[in-house]
């Protein structure tokens, strides 16, 4: 049973046309991560939340942002996307970090194609 | 900062094992894990070892850990055509954010 489910597998927007990537768990776990990864490359961690805050990495652009309503849910929003954002989206949970081992759960992604 | 650093490819025959190595620079990760994608999916945890342990096997898999070289590796035994993915090492930083390798592509051949 998938355990964190991306939604959709695949979208295609315009360029500059906003658009949202969803993430959902049944984990319960309560650190909820989103990751870019480009073709060939590592995984490259945009931002977390732990719990209901929110920790952005430093190069992350403004473009990207992030929601979580609630411990089950989290939305990645592009807002203007640009032909360099096409990517797979990962999304990933885990428990407390700092507590024992916590691995990472990754979901199958979304992989974003611009036009 | 902390660096991973992998071989981007390995090519081997099915049935024969496979071992793909991994460096870091910084030994404060309590864990160092594997992870294993496949054309067009996420990330699977495939294993992750204890940092005061040399050696964790499960299954086809067995992890060796050499703290003092830091170097770390991933065997699979007898590979199969299904084992044919990307493999990418990673371990922990202060914060607890995982920082990987560039991945390793194993291509089994039949």
């Known amino acids: 049973d998938a355990m964190v489910i991306q939604n959709p597998r695949y979208q295609v927007t315009q360029f500059g046309k906003p658009v949202t990537l969803s993430c959902s768990q049944t984990?319960?776990?309560?650190?909820m991560y989103w990751y870019q990864q480009k073709s060939s490359q590592a995984p490259k961690l945009l931002f977390h939340y732990y719990d209901k805050d929110f920790n952005n990495e430093a190069d992350t652009p403004d473009n990207f942002q992030s929601r979580r309503p609630n411990t089950s849910f989290c939305f990645l929003d592009i807002r203007s996307p640009g032909l360099g954002d096409a990517a797979m989206y990962l999304c990933?949970?885990?428990?407390?970090?700092?507590?024992?081992?916590?691995?990472?759960?990754f979901g199958d992604g979304t992989r974003l194609s611009i036009l | 900062g902390e660096d991973v650093e992998q071989s981007l490819f390995l090519s081997v025959r099915e049935g024969d094992s496979s071992v793909i190595n991994c460096t870091y620079t910084d030994s404060s990760s309590t864990y160092l894990y594997w992870y294993k994608q496949e054309p067009g999916a996420g990330l699977q945890l495939l294993t992750y070892i204890f940092s005061n342990m040399d050696m964790k096997q499960d299954q086809r898999l067995t992890v060796l850990l050499n703290k003092k070289d830091k170097h770390l590796s991933l065997r699979i035994a007898d590979t199969q055509t299904g084992d044919s993915a990307i493999y990418f090492c990673a371990i922990t930083d202060s914060s607890y954010k995982l920082i990987f390798g560039s991945g390793t592509r194993l291509l089994v051949r039949p």
């Open positions: 984990l319960n776990h309560n650190v």
């Open positions: 990933a949970t885990s428990r407390d970090p700092g507590v024992s081992n916590q691995p990472q759960h």
